[in-house]
T-cell receptor, first 114, second 109 residues
Framework: IAGITQAPTSQILAAGRRMTLRCTQD?????MYWYRQDLGLGLRLIHY???????GKGEVPDGYSVSRANTDDFPLTLASAVPSQTSVYFC?????????????FGPGTRLTVL | GQNIDQPTEMTATEGAIVQINCTYQ??????LFWYQQHAGEAPTFLSY??LDGLEEKGRFSSFLSRSKGYRYLLLEELQMKDSASYLC??????????WGAGTKLIIKP
């Protein structure tokens, strides 16, 4: 494979359930990101990781957690899903977190919380 | 707060030229990015400007003049496959991208 993969492609989840969205990249990029995209709004950063072993909070981190145990994987966990977390979730990566590094996006996970 | 503004929707004719403007209010500026996003797909990188000037990539060009307040994406010789949303994003002083809601471009034959 080349690039970023996300799983699942889509999911319908009952409110209150725990859910982990998976993201894997094979480009050996140091920086990884999780965004959510909602109709009429720009992409909003949930969490990020500048390098393996470190994570940081973005604009909308509440209700989400991440881990970065290695370079390739960056899972996003919803501890107890709520309907407002219904969204399309994109994982992205870049060589570094610097200004000239382009972010490359995975195909997205469409999550519906009922 | 930080904010990126761009037109919600634009319509153009196949073969024509269209200019998509972007304005921003952010804490710092470390570059302006343009991405293309087809419906149901992931955003893909188009161009990046940090210094004033024109970046040309085939039919697509992006222009930045911070002093004159011009920031736009120019698409020439429009093709039906150019129907997509075009996302403007600015990298702020914390090196985080602040995204606009996107401009949906509709191409008519």
């Amino acid at each position: 494979i080349a690039g970023i993969t996300q799983a699942p492609t889509s999911q319908i989840l009952a409110a209150g359930r725990r859910m982990t969205l998976r993201c894997t990249q094979d480009m050996r990029h140091n920086a990884m990101y999780w965004y959510r995209q909602d109709l009429g709004l720009g992409l909003r950063l949930i969490h990020y990781s500048n390098t393996a072993g470190t994570t940081g909070k973005g604009e909308v981190p509440d209700g989400y957690s991440v881990s970065r145990a290695n370079t390739d994987d960056f899972p996003l966990t919803l501890a107890s899903a709520v309907p407002s977390q219904t969204s399309v979730y994109f994982c992205a990566s870049s060589g570094t977190s610097g200004p000239t590094d382009t972010q490359y996006f995975g195909p997205g996970t469409r999550l519906t919380v009922l | 707060g930080q904010n990126i503004d761009q037109p919600t929707e634009m319509t153009a004719t196949e073969g024509a030229i269209v200019q998509i403007n972007c304005t921003y209010q952010t804490s710092g500026f470390n570059g302006l990015f343009w991405y293309q996003q087809h419906a149901g797909e992931a955003p893909t990188f188009l161009s990046y400007n940090v210094l004033d000037g024109l970046e040309e990539k085939g039919r697509f060009s992006s222009f930045l003049s911070r002093s004159k307040g011009y920031r736009y994406l120019l698409l020439e010789e429009l093709q039906m496959k150019d129907s997509a949303s075009y996302l403007c994003a600015v990298m702020d002083s914390n090196y985080q991208l602040i995204w606009g809601a996107g401009t949906k471009l509709i191409i008519k034959p």
